[in-house]
């Protein structure tokens, strides 16, 4: 079944409230959403959300790479091909993760169509449940503590807590989240590269010798400080993660066999797409390693694909995939959001019901 056509878009979704990291500050995002009709009719669909700060894209950019450059390699092939489209999608440019993801999503939709299979069982699936956490980016302290009561309220149990932003404070907001939310309350560090090896040691030691229970942190120092990263997880017990500091196998590698984490955290602007992101979580699988599945701050189109395979692989033992519930106009379509569960479509592909190109229709 060959590839007769392929559309690209983008679409601005407002966000509730600002979203806040160590990094950036985002009121609301651009998602470049790709469409690849099959000669049949069926549509597949991708999506892209352009993080300059993480994966060096913007818009411009992926709009430029989708077009020009895949576009044009992918026309008339055959959608049954899936690992050798996924390869010329891989070697077609260096980096441009962003941009691959969403044309392979796109693929991936089209194929599981085309099979009538949802994609969480193509790719071997057990459930379509899963169990999500919510995200209190940063803020004063009094701030912090409101949201993560409403997060507790709306019926979450899982807290993932931005700081990085200003290390002095980040011990006090903290603590301060946690004597709200009490202690059965599972909570996140993430410091989104925003301390430097020496406080990230400082801070987590604190941590635990005031007994705050963080269940991990993630990315405590810059992308590119392995030997900081293996640093800090040589001189703390609580489990360290990384981010920003995973984008390819070829990273897994490297930060298993430096012995730098605890856990790895994949995403799919990060690793190029869903081929990639299965081979970082076969790798850490056989060295004992864990996963976690996340997003940048996307709509449901790319987040979909993230929870089909966070039910189908094993070793991805943790999802962080709130984005959508940022967004001021919420149209889950394929995935049903209900306290910290998340409940994916049966039908076909990613399970979308309505998101057609209108150039398509």
Known sequence: MDIQSIKVQTEVFPLKKP???????????????????????????????????????????????????????LLGRDICNINELSLLI????????????????ALYDALC????????????????????DMTVSVGTVDE????????????FSILKI?????????IERIMAIREKVGKDVTIRVDANQGWTPRQAVLIIRELEQLNSKIELIEQPVHAGDIEGLKFVKQNVNTPIMA??????????????????????????MKTGGIRR?????????????????????????????????????PNIQKID?????????????????????VQLSSLPGLGLHRRLSKSLR
């Open 321 to 341: 995939l709130d984005a959508p519930l940022w967004l001021k106009n919420q149209d889950f379509d394929g995935i049903e959001f209900i306290g910290d569960e």
């Open 144 to 155: 912090m503590c409101h949201d993560a009561m409403q997060i507790i309220k709306d019926g």
């Open 90 to 105: 891989e070697r077609s440019c260096v980096a441009n993760t962003s941009a691959k993801a969403a044309m392979e999503i």
């Open 19 to 73: 979203f806040k990291t160590a990094l950036r500050t985002a009121t609301e995002i651009e998602n470049i959403i790709v469409y690849v009709q099959l000669e049949d009719g069926i549509v597949g669909v991708g999506a892209a959300a352009p993080t300059l700060a993480i994966t060096g894209e913007s818009k411009e950019s992926i709009e430029a790479i989708l077009k020009t450059v895949l576009t044009p390699l």
């Open 113 to 132: 169509q085309h099979l009538n299979l949802p994609l969480y069982q193509y790719l071997g699936g057990r459930t379509n449940l899963l169990k999500n």
């Open 162 to 170: 931005k700081v990085g932003k200003d290390w002095t404070r980040d």
């Open 243 to 268: 981010d920003e500091s995973l984008f390819s196998p070829q990273d897994a590698l490297r930060l298993i066999k430096e012995g730098a984490v605890d856990l790895l955290n994949i995403k799919l």
């Open 277 to 313: 992101a299965i081979q970082i979580a076969d790798i850490a699988e056989r060295a004992n390693i864990p996963c976690m599945i996340g997003s940048m701050m996307e709509t449901s189109v790319s987040v979909l694909a993230a929870a089909h395979i966070a039910t189908a692989h």
